[in-house]
Every structure is written in structure tokens, then in C-alpha cells.
T-cell receptor, first 110, second 118 residues
Framework: QKEVEQNSGPLSVPEGAIASLNCTYS??????FFWYRQYSGKSPELIMS????GDKEDGRFTAQLNKASQYVSLLIRDSQPSDSATYLC??????????FGGGTRLMVKP | GAVVSQHPSWVICKSGTSVKIECRSL??????MFWYRQFPKQSLMLMAT?????????EQGVEKDKFLINHASLTLSTLTVTSAHPEDSSFYIC??????????????FGPGTRLTVL
């Protein structure tokens, strides 16, 4: 069983809609959670971090964390074609190492 | 802040040659750097963890004698692919974890190096 799971997609949403990306993790002692965006042929770029239960908003992005359910999500409001990319969920466990999910490919159609 | 650079950004070499890739943290000190490899349409694969002043820790299945890692300073780590073969062609990405800063250890990625071995 993978430690960090994501649906590989592609997740296709129309421009202006809300894109919802989900991630589950297996290590209950994980404390830090990150979302990275990776455009094709480029390296990952950190877009959000979240450490406590609840929602964290930054512009059009909202990260949601539920440690009891071992679930973290990323919402992108007013999706734009430029948001089309692969989104990587990363979890930092007790060993201070980041474990990445396989990524979800998001396609925002004009 | 938190900028990581890599050099070169792309390299083409003949089979059997060695290639050195540099990873630098430009505006922060990084006691730990990570080297990843990513094949087309696949996820990041951690190759090794590099700690300044000590030997790198390699992930299972990664040959330490083929992928030489040196982390001689708090801002520089190098990955040398020795005797490269076509199957080593990949996108190599480094990341650095800042030390001494508030936060929970975010990793910041370099732009990657695309290696093509002919």
C-alpha cells in the first residue's frame, strides 16, 4: 500500500469551476502537508502548506486537512487554463522525510 | 527567497561518459538536499538524501557507485552520473530543505536537469 495516495486523473474541469484534488496518507503521526504544482517538463513548485486541521486559504487556493480521516485536499476556485498541471501531495512524517503521492493531472478547459 | 538552482539545465552525452550536476541553494543554507529522478509521465522518485559533511543515504535500488553525491558545503550538492547509459536518461531534480528557518521543513526544488544519453 502506498503511503500517500492520489487519483492520477486526469481531472477535467471547465474554466471558472472549482477543482477539487484529494490525497490520503497512511502515517498517522504525519504533521506537515504540502501541495506542489508541476507543469509538464518542469520541476515541482510549492503552492500550499498546512499543518493543523481545518482550512487554509491563499488566493484561489484552499487546503483542507482532516488528520482523523488522514485526508488532505486542495481546492482551486475559478480554475484557469493556466492551472492545468500535475498536483503533487507531499506528507512529512516522523522521520522528517517528505513522501510524495503520484500526483493528479488537472486539465482546465476553456 | 528559497531559490534553488541547478546546472546544467540539460545535457546530452555519449554512453560511457560521466556527467556532473550541481545543485545550489542561493539564498539560504541547506543542511539537507535531496536528489530525485523522474521518467516521463511518472512520479518523482527519491534517489538519495544528501547531508552536508556526511555520506549520502541512498534509496533502495539506487547504485551509490554509479550516482556519486557530494555535499561539501551548506549551499552546494553535486550528483555525478558515472558511466552513463541510455537508460539513465531522465529528468534529475534536486531539492533543498532550509535549516534554521521557521516552518516545518518545506523542500524547495531546483529547475531540474534533463539528461539524454546517446
Amino acid at each position: 500500500q502506498k503511503e500517500v495516495e492520489q487519483n492520477s486523473g486526469p481531472l477535467s474541469v471547465p474554466e471558472g469551476a472549482i477543482a477539487s484534488l484529494n490525497c490520503t496518507y497512511s502515517d498517522r503521526v504525519s504533521q506537515s502537508f504540502f501541495w506542489y504544482r508541476q507543469y509538464s517538463g518542469k520541476s515541482p513548485e510549492l503552492i500550499m502548506s498546512i499543518y493543523s486541521n481545518g482550512d487554509k486559504e491563499d488566493g484561489r487556493f484552499t487546503a483542507q486537512l482532516n488528520k482523523a480521516s488522514q485526508y488532505v485536499s486542495l481546492l482551486i476556485r475559478d480554475s484557469q487554463p493556466s492551472d492545468s498541471a500535475t498536483y503533487l501531495c507531499a506528507v512529512k512524517g516522523a522521520g522528517n522525510m517528505l513522501t510524495f503521492g503520484g500526483g493528479t493531472r488537472l486539465m482546465v478547459k476553456p | 527567497g528559497a531559490v534553488v538552482s541547478q546546472h546544467p539545465s540539460w545535457v546530452i552525452c555519449k554512453s560511457g561518459t560521466s556527467v556532473k550536476i550541481e545543485c545550489r541553494s542561493l539564498d539560504f543554507q541547506a543542511t539537507t538536499m535531496f536528489w530525485y529522478r523522474q521518467f516521463p509521465k511518472q512520479s518523482l522518485m527519491l534517489m538519495a538524501t544528501s547531508n552536508e559533511g556526511s555520506k549520502a543515504t541512498y534509496e533502495q535500488g539506487v547504485e551509490k557507485d554509479k550516482f556519486l553525491i557530494n555535499h561539501a558545503s551548506l549551499t552546494l550538492s553535486t550528483l555525478t552520473v558515472t558511466s552513463a547509459h541510455p537508460e539513465d536518461s531522465s529528468f534529475y531534480i534536486c531539492s533543498a530543505r532550509a535549516s534554521g528557518l521557521a516552518g516545518a521543513g518545506e523542500q524547495f526544488f531546483g529547475p531540474g536537469t534533463r539528461l539524454t544519453v546517446l
